[in-house]
Every structure is written in structure tokens, then in C-alpha cells.
């Protein structure tokens, strides 16, 4: 069987870029990058859901 996505992997990776970002900084750091990324994406599901911006 021939996998066009693999979804283990994705996750894999993503874990591993977010990690590239955050490892090095400190837990008040890492906080705030977290806070920022939650704000990103709750301002991308409010288009979304406005119909602004599709999915």
C-alpha cells in the first residue's frame, strides 16, 4: 500500500519545528509564544467562521 499522507509523520514534524522554536528559550518566553500562537489562531477562526477566509 502506497500512502499519499501520512499523518504520524506530519504531527512528527510539526513537533519537531515547534521544538526548533521553543527549546531554547525560557519558560516565560515559551509562554508567551504559545499565548501568540493561540491568539493567531483564534483571529484566523473567527474569519473562517465570518466567511472572510476559507479553509
Known amino acids: ?3 499519499k499522507f501520512d499523518c504520524v509523520k ?3 514534524n510539526g ?7 521553543t527549546g531554547n528559550m525560557t ?3 515559551e509562554l508567551a ?3 501568540e500562537q493561540s491568539d ?3 483571529k484566523k477562526k473567527a474569519k473562517v467562521i ?4 476559507s479553509t
Open 1 to 3: 500500500m502506497n500512502k
Open 10 to 12: 506530519m504531527k512528527r
Open 15 to 21: 513537533a519537531e519545528a515547534i521544538r526548533k522554536e
Open 27 to 29: 519558560l516565560k518566553k
Open 33 to 35: 509564544y504559545w499565548k
Open 40 to 42: 493567531q489562531l483564534r
Open 50 to 53: 465570518s466567511g472572510k477566509v
